[in-house]
Nanobody, 127 residues
Framework: EVQLVESGGGLVQAGGSLRLSCVAS????????IGWIRQAPGKEREGVSC????????YYVDSVKGRFTISSDPAKNTVFLQINSLKPEDTAVYYC????????????????????WGPGTQVTVSS
């Protein structure tokens, strides 16, 4: 089973930046797709970004393109989400999720089928 732990959330002013980290364990990192899903208060979960170590594919939801960058460090079993130009509407709990032998292209980020989830990290953006 894949275990995931997020970190890096916090309170930041609009226009600021944060880097979220997700450390994975329990399964070969190279066989995982790992993505970020966020849930704002009173809203449904939204798949934000994904990166697959299986084929290198990435995915971004349209609303974050140009502001969010996903990357990975296989030596540290870690996926990062760099968030720039933060907006109040980015306020949410950010979860990382993983699935074995999966991809982030083709059919896009199929996060509802991702089987392993971290506890989440809160991002709050003040205006």
């Amino acid at each position: 089973e894949v275990q995931l732990v997020e970190s890096g959330g916090g309170l930041v002013q609009a226009g600021g930046s944060l880097r979220l980290s997700c450390v994975a364990s329990g399964f070969p990192f190279g066989d995982l797709a790992i993505g970020w899903i966020r849930q704002a208060p009173g809203k449904e979960r939204e798949g934000v970004s994904c990166i697959s170590s299986v084929d290198g594919s990435t995915y971004y939801v349209d609303s974050v393109k140009g502001r969010f960058t996903i990357s990975s460090d296989p030596a540290k079993n870690t996926v990062f989400l760099q968030i720039n130009s933060l907006k109040p509407e980015d306020t949410a709990v950010y979860y990382c999720a993983a699935e074995r032998y999966s991809y982030c292209s083709g059919y896009g980020f199929q996060w509802p089928s991702f089987g392993s989830w971290g506890p989440g990290t809160q991002v709050t953006v003040s205006s």
